[in-house]
């Protein structure tokens, strides 16, 4: 249990009360790495191959990264079941960056082409080996466009088709919708 203790100031300045307030802690849920029998919360854990496996096992002692998003894909994809786990028609999407990023877009109207760098939000297991969706080739993560991976990260070349404001309309990116933008780059 976890106690707080606040100095609450009343009316007059002289006159100051101590209280406990009493916080009850959120459950924290704790699973063993498969592979070194660590215990771990959730936060520290990738699945693999249906298998909890702790950040030490994967990454050794390198710390995360921290990264903040630019902004948000919107459109009509959605995460399935499927094996590459997207439903949805849509080939045009919305990215609406937050309004701090307007002074970063000069020029970007000029440019036909532009890859977008995403983070892989709704992510699932890591599976070592699979068939790839594209040719049903069995293949691991790296020779595959799979969006359950270790780093999360997506990055797909678009069309830009319109600018209005801070939101792009584009044309061939494979994000669902909700997804989190990273960075906006040059296609080269």
Known sequence: MLLLYCIVSYC???LYRKETIIIEPKAVKTFQ???????????????????????KCLFGEEPPVRIYPIGIVHNDLKRDNT????????????????????QFMYGLDQEPEITIVYYLHKSRSVKTLFNRGLDG???????SRSPDRLSRIGIQNVTLMEIRGTRL???????????PVLDIKLKI
């Not at 790495?33 to 950040?55: P, S």
Request: charged letters at 20%; a neutral charge.
């Open 137 to 143: 080739k069995r293949v691991g993560v790296f020779a």
């Open 169 to 179: 309309t584009v044309k061939g990116l494979d994000a669902i919708s909700g997804t």
């Open 33 to 55: 790495c498969a592979d070194c029998n660590t215990v771990c919360t959730d936060t520290d854990l990738f699945t693999i191959d249906d298998r909890q496996i702790c950040h």
């Open 83 to 102: 094996p590459f786990g997207r439903k949805g028609t849509s080939t045009i999407s919305t990215i609406e960056l937050f309004p701090s990023q307007k």
């Open 12 to 14: 007059t300045s002289t």
